[in-house]
């Protein structure tokens, strides 16, 4: 991504010099492009990327915010907090030959990536097969790469007609913005480049009109004006001025300052990756995967809940008291899947089977999930609830993702949730309990 930040002048000459000098002088002299994104100090020395960055660029037709994701198996959790944040997806692959195959074969990550970011609701994805010159600009490389993970992708739910595959070398700079005329590229390939693509990306319908709802996904301390918090509004629209309540919690805060790519705006709405600086309210009570909301429309919370789930290619079936770790935006807490409530017809959603024992691959099915505290035997009543909307309800608030043992199970939709008793305290007016 650096280098298409490059060419679209969104890297000015000064930083790529001074990343090119230090990448260097550490010994990674060919991961000068992925510093612009890969910030810290670990991540420059490691050579891997293991957070979220954020980066902006623009086409002719689109203002397209990049969200660069970890692909290494340790980060899953911080690569989900991005995919979670996503509209379309971007996925780069290595054609070097052994390279792509260890990503695609089974357990690798480019088969988990695109598994999480549909069931995360991504349904346009990008293709780039990247490093083609280091294969001499093989087609049939290209084709190989491109017929294996386009059957993938159908298997997966992604639409063929929202499915686009790139050939590109990112160090040479070749077809990421200008046509492959002048490169051995172009003696076999005459489609578009990859911002091409970006320019055709279709944005999805926005919830504007629902309440708001923001997940927090990072939390920092800003300069002179209150705590900052990011995150994607999932629903509803954010004004400088109004005061949101902070769930899981009592507490609420004022919107101070709104900034969306780096610009004070008076406003913000859903589908924006906006940064809001918040007073009133001390900064512990802010943590990644809590919510903001309106305090005269919150969003529930649960400790249990029933949800219609995808089971993936996974060796051991999923039982009743399975242990597992569920993950809803940027938070992750420890749950159990408390009960095998039904399987259903993957197409239609008919009951098939009430009550199983398991779950195995490829199964739909409802199921009761408990969470539960940080370890196996804690009681249930310690359980700190988490912010959950149904499906039918909020699309973006209403995906999970369940993984066990490092590796991504499932994947699913809350139906209905046992929300928990809130107290609410406004000045001057009594106490009441809404559920």
Not at 21 to 32: E, I, M, P, T
Not at 298 to 322: E, H, S
């Amino acid at each position: 991504m650096g280098r298409l930040l490059y060419e679209l002048g969104r890297v000015d000459e000064k930083t790529r010099v001074a990343n090119e000098r230090g990448s260097s002088k550490a010994g990674k002299s060919s991961f000068s492009w992925a510093w612009e994104l890969d910030g810290t100090i670990e991540e420059r020395e490691r050579g891997i990327t293991m957070d979220i960055a954020l980066q902006s660029l623009s086409t002719p037709q689109r203002q397209v915010t990049i969200l660069d994701a970890p692909g290494h198996k340790d980060f899953i959790p911080n690569m989900i907090s991005g995919a979670t944040q996503a509209d379309c997806a971007l996925l780069v692959v290595d054609a070097i030959t052994g390279e792509f195959e260890a990503g695609f074969d089974r357990g690798g990550q480019t088969r988990e990536h695109l598994l999480l970011v549909r069931s995360l609701g991504v349904s346009q994805v990008i293709v780039a097969v990247n490093k083609l010159d280091q294969v001499n600009w093989d087609p049939s490389r290209f084709e190989e790469i491109c017929g294996l993970l386009r059957a993938f992708l159908v298997q997966s739910g992604f639409p063929s007609s929202k499915t686009s595959f790139v050939p590109v070398s990112a160090m040479l700079g070749v077809n990421l913005v200008n046509n492959a005329d002048a490169s051995v590229l172009s003696k076999w390939y005459k489609g578009p480049t990859l911002v091409d693509l970006l320019d055709k990306l279709e944005p999805p319908t926005r919830e504007i009109a629902s309440p708001l709802r923001l997940p927090i996904s990072n939390v920092f301390k800003g300069q002179n004006s209150g705590t900052g918090v990011t995150g994607r509004i999932c629903g509803g629209v954010v004004q400088v001025g109004e005061r949101l309540r902070v769930l899981p919690g009592d507490e609420s805060a004022i919107v101070r300052l709104i900034d969306v790519e780096e610009q004070s705006v008076p406003w913000a709405a859903a589908g924006t990756n906006a940064t809001l600086y918040l007073t009133s309210i001390d900064p512990i009570h802010l943590s990644i995967g809590s919510v903001l909301c309106p305090p005269s429309d919150i969003v529930p919370l649960a400790t249990v809940f029933t949800a219609r789930i995808i089971v993936f290619d996974i060796q051991l079936p999923i039982t009743t008291g399975t242990s597992i770790e569920l993950f809803h935006h940027s938070r992750d807490v420890p749950a159990t899947i408390s009960k095998l409530i039904a399987t259903l017809d993957r197409a239609s959603g008919v009951v098939t089977k009430k009550n199983p024992r398991v779950l195995s691959r490829g199964t739909s099915a409802e199921v009761e999930i408990s969470l539960r505290v940080g370890t196996l035997s804690g009681p249930t009543l310690n359980t700190r609830p988490i912010p959950l909307e149904p499906f039918s309800v909020n699309k973006d608030m209403g995906r999970i993702l369940v993984r066990r043992g490092g590796e991504t199970i499932s994947a699913g939709k809350p139906l209905i949730i046992r929300a928990v008793e809130i107290l609410i305290a406004l000045p001057g007016i009594v106490l009441d309990i809404i559920s």
